[in-house]
């Protein structure tokens, strides 16, 4: 029997290390494991995979992920086409992209609320993020909140496992 899926939701910033960090070989997405030096992708190749998790996103994050790639001087053109792999992705896992409704407001980054909408609206299990306010909140509400490398490093041990 096939565990139920985790539903997980990336931070702006999952998106952004992945396709802009190191050892980033887009348009390659590499399997994992090997796990690489870009945890970031690595969450993202897992996703690619459809193992266990479903991913979820907001328009809000798709939108910061564009602005934030077009700041560090991506073209537009290649942000639309990461935006389109992005929610590719996300169809791919089982996820959806959707407009939660605004319920948090635990956080002083009203950005970082914004992603525990998503987490809530979806009874996500985990929160994968970079950002440090957020990382501080975990467990938040029964919700792990991890850094992309420590979620790789779990989803490995669980893919090993099964």
């Not at 990382?135 to 041990?157: A, H, T």
């Amino acid at each position: 029997m096939t565990p139920p899926k985790i539903r997980v939701v990336f931070d702006v910033n999952v998106f952004v290390d992945a396709f802009s960090g190191p050892d980033s070989d887009f348009p390659l997405i590499t399997e994992v494991p090997p796990i690489t030096s870009n945890s970031a992708m690595d969450a993202f190749s897992l996703a690619w995979d459809g193992f266990n998790f479903g991913l979820y996103v907001s328009p809000h994050i798709l939108q910061n992920a564009s602005r934030v790639l077009k700041s560090l001087g991506l073209s537009s053109q290649l942000v639309a086409e990461l935006t389109e792999v992005f929610v590719e992705v996300v169809n791919f896992s089982g996820g959806s992209v959707l407009e939660p409704d605004r319920l948090v407001f635990d956080v002083r980054d009203f950005e970082d609320n914004l992603i525990l909408d998503v987490a809530k609206a979806v009874d996500a299990q985990i929160v994968v993020t970079s950002d440090k306010d957020l990382l501080e909140l975990s467990p938040w509400n029964g919700r792990l909140i991890m850094r992309p490398r420590k979620f790789v490093e779990y989803l490995v041990s669980l893919k090993a496992r099964i």
